[in-house]
């Protein structure tokens, strides 16, 4: 089965500076990769998907690449802000499931 | 816009116990799913239904039944609860195509404490 590593140590910030999140895999290459955020007490809310054959996808301050040969991806909040702080998830998507498998997720603390 | 609506938020049971977690959508999504979230483990799938009158088990399928009532509500039922499924419940929708899935729409959970 996919085993799906995020960072499980929060990453904190100062405001302004960029976060990079990691998500790692291994086993099988997805399909789709999408990025998710969960603030305490919701569910995750989507963020972006990007396919195995797209390197990057941008929105808006939001980045994520995708490396199929170091099977990893990474998602950027460029200019952060302490309202960016929230827990991120991301999920692999095997091509023809139609499941994804979600990773634990990593804390974000961007601090004013 | 609702999006997914779970019922209830919040809920305290006895082991042996049973109850039924309610979900709806408004998005006239065919798929939805039900995940349980614990501490240090993810979102695992219990249950998900690709389309209306289908039902699959996901990766902890064990101890929960559910249905699919009709396009808009499925639900989880947790014959005689046990302390291990002290979770909390996500349910999920989306739309499943051929050649790219689209992104899950989340409840905001069920959070439920098994004694």
């Known amino acids: 089965s996919q085993k799906i590593e995020q960072n499980s140590e929060a990453l904190n910030i100062q405001e302004g500076k960029t976060a990079t999140l990691t998500c790692n895999y291994t086993?099988?290459?997805?399909?789709?990769l999408q990025w998710y955020r969960q603030d305490p007490g919701r569910g995750p809310v989507f963020l972006l998907l990007?396919?195995?054959?797209?390197k990057e996808k941008r929105k808006e301050r939001l980045k994520v690449t995708f490396d199929t040969t170091l099977k990893q991806s990474l998602f950027h909040i460029t200019a952060s802000q302490p309202a960016d702080s929230a827990t991120y998830l991301c999920?692999?998507?095997?091509?023809?499931?139609?499941?994804?498998?979600f990773g634990r997720g990593t804390s974000l603390i961007v601090h004013p | 816009n609702a999006g997914v609506t779970q019922t209830p938020k919040f809920q305290v049971l006895k082991t042996g116990q049973s109850m039924t977690l309610q979900c709806a959508q408004d998005?006239?999504?065919?798929?939805m799913y039900w995940y349980r979230q614990d501490p240090g483990m993810g979102l695992r799938l219990i249950y998900y239904?690709?389309?209306?009158?289908?039902?699959d088990k996901g990766e902890v399928p064990n101890g929960y039944n559910v249905s699919r009532l009709n396009k808009r509500e499925f639900s989880l039922r947790l014959e005689s609860a046990a302390p291990s499924q002290t979770s909390v419940y996500f349910c999920a929708s989306s739309e499943m195509r051929q050649g790219g899935n689209q992104p899950q729409h989340f409840g905001d959970g069920t959070r439920l404490s098994i004694l």
């Open positions: 990007i396919r195995e054959n797209e």
């Open positions: 998005m006239n999504h065919n798929s």
């Open positions: 086993n099988y290459s997805p399909a789709y």
């Open positions: 999920a692999l998507e095997r091509g023809g499931s139609y499941i994804p498998t």
């Open positions: 239904s690709a389309s209306e009158g289908t039902t």
